[in-house]
């Protein structure tokens, strides 16, 4: 088991519905980040946060809205999402902002959007 | 924009026999390369990785070589075994920007 762990595992929600993703890192790392994994873009990058400061917005939709209120706990806050959002939500963090450090990913949470 | 491609998207290979997967980056400034491995219904998670200042690496039966006038890389697997079967992530990275690229479903036949 890594250090970094995501809740809930498995989500299913309507397109009306607000939820939140929750991802925790015991590492002491500085930098966070949200990947979206479908079988249309395999691991596309949504999110990062480096020292709680948001450092890049990939074009992701307003319906997603991240929080970072300490190094070591990352949201992301779900709210009318489409169909087409359903996929495979993975956190990671690393020891500092992308350079040569690895990136420990989270178990992800299984989003299903009805 | 910056962007990497990863070849093939699928490859089959016989048991004991060897794999390699190819990445090409288009920013110059790009200066780590990991390749990550993702098993069925598991996390990512680092396999190897190079620097810019070096040309191979090597770590048992994994290796990766880079080549940074060409701009490319490449993972090489030798007598791959059944664990082997994965899918295979490439990234490039520079200081503040990652990209990674499009995943390899790589399958070890019996």
């Known amino acids: 088991e890594t250090g970094v762990t995501q809740t809930p595992r498995h989500l299913v929600m309507g397109m009306t519905n607000k939820k939140s993703l929750k991802c925790e890192q015991h590492l002491g790392h500085n930098a966070m980040y949200w990947y979206k994994q479908s079988a249309k873009k395999p691991l596309e990058l949504m999110f990062v946060?480096?020292?709680?400061?948001?450092?890049e917005n990939n074009s992701v939709p307003s319906r997603f809205s991240p929080e970072c209120p300490n190094s070591s706990h990352l949201f992301l806050h779900l709210h009318t999402l489409q169909p087409e959002d359903s996929a495979l939500y993975l956190c990671a963090s690393s020891q500092v902002l992308a350079g040569p450090y690895e990136q420990y990913f989270g178990p992800g949470t299984r989003l299903t959007v009805t | 924009g910056e962007n990497v491609e990863q070849h093939p998207s699928t490859l089959s290979v016989q048991e004991g026999d060897s794999a390699v997967i190819k990445c090409t980056y288009s920013?110059?400034?790009?200066?780590?390369f990991p390749w990550y491995k993702q098993e069925l219904g598991k996390r990512p998670q680092l396999i190897i990785d190079i620097r810019s200042n070096v040309g191979e690496k090597k770590d048992q039966r994994i290796a990766v070589t880079l080549n940074k006038t060409a701009k490319h890389f490449s993972l090489h697997i030798t007598e791959t075994q059944p664990e082997d079967s994965a899918v295979y992530f490439c990234?490039?990275?520079?200081?503040?920007?990652?990209?990674f690229g499009k995943g390899t479903r790589l399958h070890i036949l019996p």
């Open positions: 946060y480096s020292l709680e400061e948001r450092v």
């Open positions: 990234a490039a990275i520079r200081d503040d920007k990652i990209i």
């Open positions: 920013d110059s400034a790009s200066n780590y």
